[in-house]
């Protein structure tokens, strides 16, 4: 049995899906989700993920966009229940693709990842019924840097697959304009 990747870069070339090779037979299926070795060969990435968090919502929940200041986490995203549209904005002022978003979606029966990089604001809406999002980090999180950039920056023009309005928490309610976030340099 072989294990594989098939790797493709976003809208912004860093930002990476991942789908894995799935074996699948009368019984049930099988793939691996995450391998070491695999993902920095794949990747060119050598991450080293600290903390594994679970999130779940209901349809039009917004989370994001948020990011971390003094430890900014590169993130593996997976979705394990239901659909959402999965969002990375690039907030490194060095960066040629400053300013820049690549969004796409990610459902579970696709098995798909996506490798989000340090450096990235990032935010999700969820599209089914109900989400349940998997993602791995690799920095704790550190409520002092956490920052947010509001989900609908007009700078940033970022085409959400809406019905409607969103289901925002109260601090994504009052996040700042990316115009006036603190950022990476």
């Not at 070339?13 to 789908?19: A, Y």
């Not at 691996?32 to 919502?57: C, I, L, M, P």
């Not at 997976?78 to 904005?89: F, P």
């Not at 704790?140 to 409607?164: C, F, M, Q, T, V």
Request: proline share 6%; with cysteine.
């Amino acid at each position: 049995m072989k294990f594989s990747v098939k790797i493709s870069p976003l809208r912004i070339p860093e930002v990476l899906l991942l789908e894995p090779r799935v074996f699948e037979d009368e019984r049930g299926f099988f793939f691996e989700s995450f391998n070491e070795k695999t993902f920095a060969q794949e990747t060119g990435v050598n991450a080293h993920f600290v903390q594994d968090n679970v999130s779940r919502s209901i349809k039009q929940v917004l989370r994001g966009l948020h990011y971390q200041l003094a430890q900014p986490q590169g993130k593996l995203i997976r979705v394990t229940a239901g659909e959402i549209y999965d969002v990375a904005v690039d907030i490194r002022r060095s960066s040629p693709s400053f300013g820049q978003w690549a969004g796409t979606s990610l459902r579970a029966e696709t098995r798909q990842s996506i490798w989000i990089p340090a450096g990235f604001a990032h935010g999700f809406l969820v599209v089914s019924a109900a989400a349940e999002i998997f993602y791995k980090v690799t920095a704790y999180w550190h409520p002092a840097s956490e920052r947010r950039i509001i989900w609908n920056d007009p700078d940033l023009k970022i085409r959400w697959p809406l019905e409607g309005d969103p289901i925002l928490s109260p601090a994504d309610l009052a996040a700042n304009r990316f115009c006036a976030a603190e950022l990476f340099a």
